[in-house]
Structure formats: structure tokens, C-alpha cells
């Protein structure tokens, strides 16, 4: 059976849904094995077991995370030719698609960003300008490289567990290779709220919070949801830029997604339209949001966001 890889890399205590889901598709292609970077906590190992993971490919030297990019695609062009995978499988975050453009040369793979679909027979479903069209393609090298967007799928379990074996693939010292070493680090601040891309609900923030995301971020916060944000917005500096939802931004699939003061740019849907359910406020009744919203409130947001808040903090007691 053809062999998949899926790159794990620093997933601290818990495996991210992103990379369940991952697994989930490399069961559907053949036999998953995992090229993992960083330190395996038990709960990880546990999920990598219960999620069908045949192997876990380990890199010789465990100073990968010093580096920018560049070391990481030794190792995982070195875990393809230690496993004989014909698929690798990556998130699709900017760093990953970096990666896995350096692992296409290494190898001689074919490369496909933005899928969000995978056929049994290897053909990616790529989501296209602006997540207007979904393309479909398919790598004709040995190898090939996927990039794939979070909540492409729901992640399940293997019908039966697995105890993968672990095997350390030699990897050239990063230290000798002509990589960019990262020199220094700063803790983002935490911000106690749900990760964007997983959070079950969002409250984004456009050019019409006017440098005030204080109701958006009380809004949030009464109903245990992230914070999502127009470039309009990360661009003036008034939130930063990993909030950013839309086609250059993150894309979030939750069950609600709260839209205050945004037009609706097509640039922005692409990264929310998914959505299970849209609620958009804009003072505005003729602005585009209101086309794909689900429930359309026409008001000032420093008005309705505030309302909401003490309604929900209200029933919530
Ligand atoms: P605007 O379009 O200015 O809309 C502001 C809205 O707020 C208006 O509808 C207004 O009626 C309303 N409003 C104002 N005041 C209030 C109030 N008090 N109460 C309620 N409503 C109010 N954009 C993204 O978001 N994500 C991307 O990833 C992205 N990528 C891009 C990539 C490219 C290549 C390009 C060219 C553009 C990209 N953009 C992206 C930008 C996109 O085209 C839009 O410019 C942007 O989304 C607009 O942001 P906005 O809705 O906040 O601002």
C-alpha cells in the first residue's frame, strides 16, 4: 500500500485538529506515517495511535526549530527516501508552503497548495481566486507534495489503533547547511481566547470598528470566541495581522461567525464563507456582507455589539 507522510511539526501537549485531519486523509490514500518534528508528549503519541499512524519518523539532529526553512525540508525530503512515501501531506500555513516548495525541488515532486479536498486516487481539489472556483489537480511525478487548508474535512479516528514504531532518519547538520539560523524570540503574549482557525465561533472586526475592536473583543469574550479581522483592519494596525481571515489571512470554517463592520470583499470571504452560520452588523443596508449573511442586523456595531454582549452575559448568568 502506497505510503502517505504527514509532517507533524512542534505540536506541543495536544495534536491540532489540522493535523487530525490530516491523518484522516492520509487513511483515505494509502498508509500513514509521520515525519514528526519537536517533542512528543504522551497525548500526542496517543492521538497519532488512535488517528491510524503506521511509523513515526523522528530527525537525528533536534535542533531543526533554530533554523528558518530551509532544514526542515532536508528532513522531510530524508523521511520521503527512508519511508518511500508518495504523498507528503503539510498544513497550508505560510511556513508549510515554504517548506514544501523547497521539499517539491529536493525531490522532483509535484507541489499543490490551498487543497481542500483529496480523491482516493491522489487528485487535489484546490480552492482558486479568492475561493471563487475549486480546481482540480493532480501531481504525474513519483512524489508528490500537498498543502492542505484546515477544516477541509472532520477529522475521525482509525477503526483500529496503532503502535507506530519510531525511526530516526539521518539528517544533515542544519549548523553546516547555508540555512538562516533565528537569532532571537519573543513570546506572543497569550490571549486566553481559542485559536482562530478552531474556534466554534468568531467575532471579526473591519474598517468600521474605526481602531476600537473594545466591543468586538467584549463580544468575544461573553462568548468564549476568537477574534477575526479584515486586512482593512490588520493593515492599520489596529489588531495584528494574525487575525487576519480572507484570501492572504487565515481561513476559519466555525459554526458562527460574527461580521462587524466589514463590506464583505470577496478577498475577506474566501477565508469565512464556510461558516456554518453568518451574522453580519454593518450600518450600511446595502453592503455585500448582507448577501451571504444568514442574519442581517443594519446598525451601528458600537450599538448592537454592546446589546449583544449584555444579552449573552445576561442569560448566561
Ligand atoms: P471596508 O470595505 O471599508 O468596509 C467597512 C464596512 O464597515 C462598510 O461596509 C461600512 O458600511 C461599515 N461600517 C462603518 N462604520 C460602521 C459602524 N459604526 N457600524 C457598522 N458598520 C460600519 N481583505 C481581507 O479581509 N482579507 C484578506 O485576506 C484580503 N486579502 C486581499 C488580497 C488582495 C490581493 C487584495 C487586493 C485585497 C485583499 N483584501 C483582503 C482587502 C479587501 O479587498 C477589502 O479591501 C477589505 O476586506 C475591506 O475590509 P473592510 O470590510 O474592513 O473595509
Redesign the pocket.
Known amino acids: 500500500m502506497a505510503k502517505v507522510l504527514v509532517f507533524i511539526d512542534n505540536p506541543g501537549l495536544a495534536l491540532k485538529k489540522a493535523s487530525l485531519e490530516l491523518l484522516t486523509i492520509a487513511r483515505s490514500l494509502g498508509e500513514p506515517v509521520v515525519a514528526f518534528n519537536g517533542e512528543l508528549h504522551d497525548g500526542v503519541a496517543a492521538a497519532l495511535a488512535a488517528y491510524g499512524a503506521q511509523t513515526l519518523y523522528v530527525p537525528s539532529a533536534t535542533d531543526l526549530d533554530n533554523y528558518l526553512v530551509g532544514p526542515k525540508a532536508s528532513y522531510l525530503a530524508a523521511a520521503v527516501q527512508t519511508s518511500g512515501a508518495t504523498v507528503v501531506l503539510t498544513e497550508n500555513s505560510a511556513e508549510a508552503r515554504e517548506i514544501a516548495a523547497r521539499l517539491g525541488i529536493k525531490l522532483g515532486a509535484g507541489v499543490i497548495t490551498d487543497v481542500v479536498a483529496v480523491d482516493p486516487d491522489g487528485t487535489a481539489h484546490k480552492s482558486v481566486l479568492a475561493g471563487s472556483y475549486t480546481t482540480t489537480a493532480r501531481a504525474t511525478t513519483p512524489a508528490a507534495v500537498l498543502t492542505v487548508k484546515s477544516n477541509s474535512i472532520t477529522p475521525e479516528p482509525a477503526a483500529t489503533g496503532t503502535a507506530p514504531a519510531t525511526v530516526t532518519v539521518v539528517v544533515p547538520d542544519p549548523a553546516a547547511a547555508a540555512s538562516a539560523r533565528i537569532t532571537a524570540r519573543s513570546e506572543k503574549a497569550a490571549s486566553g481566547r481559542p485559536d482562530l482557525t478552531d474556534a466554534r465561533i468568531v467575532v471579526a472586526g ?3 470598528v ?1 481602531g476600537n475592536f473594545g466591543p468586538v473583543e467584549e463580544l468575544a469574550d461573553a462568548l468564549g470566541a476568537a477574534i477575526g479581522a ?4 490588520t493593515d492599520a494596525g489596529w489588531i495584528g495581522h494574525d487575525a ?6 487565515k481561513t476559519v470554517s466555525p459554526q458562527l461567525y460574527i461580521s ?9 470571504k ?2 469565512m464563507q464556510t461558516a456554518g452560520l453568518i451574522v453580519a ?4 443596508a446595502e ?1 455585500p ?1 448582507f448577501e451571504i449573511a444568514d442574519f442581517g442586523i443594519v ?4 450599538k448592537v455589539l454592546p446589546q449583544a454582549t449584555e444579552e449573552i452575559k445576561k442569560r448566561r448568568g
Open positions: 473591519g474598517r468600521g474605526d479584515t486586512r482593512a483592519a487576519q481571515v480572507g484570501q492572504t489571512g462587524a463592520g466589514i463590506s464583505g470583499a470577496v478577498q475577506q474566501a477565508g452588523v454593518n450600518k450600511d453592503s456582507i446598525g451601528d456595531l458600537f
